[in-house]
């Protein structure tokens, strides 16, 4: 049986990024990669720039501290300045206002005494270019602000905006199908019958698919029958990933693998040595010009929600042009911690920072049904396989999850 490394490396040989389109600049371009280079169209500051309220002066007029100076304008941001400061005068500035002629420094408000209307006593001895921004100083007209590859985080969006980059070119979000498969299995509206349970797992992927940055497409639940299997999988395949819950185990009615195969999916893995999600599918659909990449997860909720971070996300990371990121962080156990297992196991678990760095306490667990219990959590601590005393203090892999 594979190790979660040899599947995760198995699934990053056969990702490639998506090609770039164009879309309108917004702020639902966040977490995407940049697939051009951009170039500002001005000046910034496009003028000489005051950083605070106060008064333009000279700062010669100052050398010696305090003086009174003349009052000749008043500029707030938005105006063009009109009057040249002269020896023994000051214009009164806002913040963001372009700085007028003859003025080389800004005294913020807090070291200025209004005297009346025309005079202004100033206490301060400020240092040429005080409080000022020139002109082009964070960057120049022609000049590339942004090169491709860059991942959009909200300060890129707005360099964007500064710039009037209205139409970019970034690698395309993977578009990622959920299809939940069980006859068991009935809408979170329902009242579940004898031996039925709600659909939890759909909208926890949908959930997990769109914090990974994925567009996530909710494709409904299908029936542990080849006639229901087979149109939902065919669907789910026109996505960029297909990612299905239950149906991938050793039972009778576990037909997912079987239907994926025989709809063109040539399967990678069937199966990883590890606890939750042993039964975990991964494979991948030739199309004529593209590829769906398809996870088989295991229907029980931990299991699939371990399964998502540890392959899934990873593939949608790949699809958007990024890579694989890992998640993993060695954290100290906080306490002491008996744990018998025949698997390599993903525990639920709180990471904290503490001051000897990250720590790391298992939370409750009553095994791969229980949901409940990881919202406890924010992360899987990895237990080995056999039965320990883990010794607070010892170092564990922990998967982060948030
Ligand atoms: P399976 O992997 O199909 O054998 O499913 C394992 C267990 O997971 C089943 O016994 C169900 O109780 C549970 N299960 C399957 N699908 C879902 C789902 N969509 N939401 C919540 N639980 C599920
Ligand atoms: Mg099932």
């Not at 500035?93 to 005297?115: F, K, N, S, Y």
């Not at 949608?316 to 025949?342: C, M, N, S, W």
């Amino acid at each position: 049986m594979l190790s979660v490394r040899e599947a995760q490396a198995k699934v990053r040989e056969r990702i490639r990024p998506l090609t770039p389109e164009s879309w309108p600049l917004s702020c639902e371009l966040l977490g995407l990669q940049l697939a051009e280079d951009v170039v500002s169209d001005l000046d910034m500051p496009p003028f000489d720039k005051a950083l605070m309220d106060g008064f333009a002066v000279r700062s010669a007029d100052l050398e010696n501290g305090a003086r009174t100076l003349k009052i000749i304008e008043e500029v707030s941001a938005g105006k063009t300045p009109q009057k040249t400061v002269q020896p023994g005068q000051a214009t009164r500035i806002m913040t963001g206002a372009p700085l007028p002629a003859g003025a080389d420094a800004v005294v913020m408000i807090e070291r200025c005494r209004i005297v009346d209307a025309d005079a202004v006593r100033i206490e301060d001895a400020p240092r040429p270019e005080q409080n000022i921004l020139r002109q082009g100083r964070e960057m120049r007209v022609g000049q590339v602000i942004l090169a491709q590859g860059v991942r959009l985080r909200p300060q890129e969006i707005g360099l964007l905006a500064t710039v009037g980059k209205t139409q970019v070119k970034v690698r395309s979000a993977p578009k990622v199908a959920v299809v939940a498969t069980g006859d068991e299995v009935v809408a979170p509206a329902e009242m579940p019958g004898p031996g039925q349970i709600r659909n939890s797992n759909a909208l926890m992927l949908l959930a997990q698919v769109a914090r990974a940055g994925g567009v996530p497409h909710n494709r409904g639940i299908a029936r542990d029958r080849l006639d229901s299997l087979r149109p939902h999988i065919a669907e789910g395949l026109l996505a960029d990933i297909l990612v299905l819950s239950g149906g991938v185990s050793a039972g009778k009615l576990d037909l997912v693998p079987s239907v994926l195969e025989e709809s063109g999916v040539e399967a990678e893995f069937h199966k990883v040595a590890m606890k939750p999600g042993k039964p975990v599918f991964f494979g991948v659909k030739e199309h004529d010009e593209r590829r769906s990449f398809v996870f088989g997860l295991p229907g029980n909720p931990v299991s699939a929600m371990v399964c998502f971070e540890l392959f899934v996300r990873p593939a949608i990371q790949g699809l958007l042009g990024y890579p694989p990121e890992i998640r993993l962080v060695k954290a100290t156990l906080a306490e002491d911690f008996h744990y018998k297992t025949d698997r390599q196991t993903y525990h639920p678990a709180q990471l904290s920072i503490s001051e000897h760095g990250w720590q790391v306490r298992p939370t409750p667990w009553f095994g791969s049904p229980d949901l409940r219990g990881v919202t406890a959590a924010n992360a899987f601590v990895v237990f080995p396989e056999g039965d320990h005393h883990h010794r607070a203090g010892a170092v564990y892999d922990v998967l982060q999850v948030e």
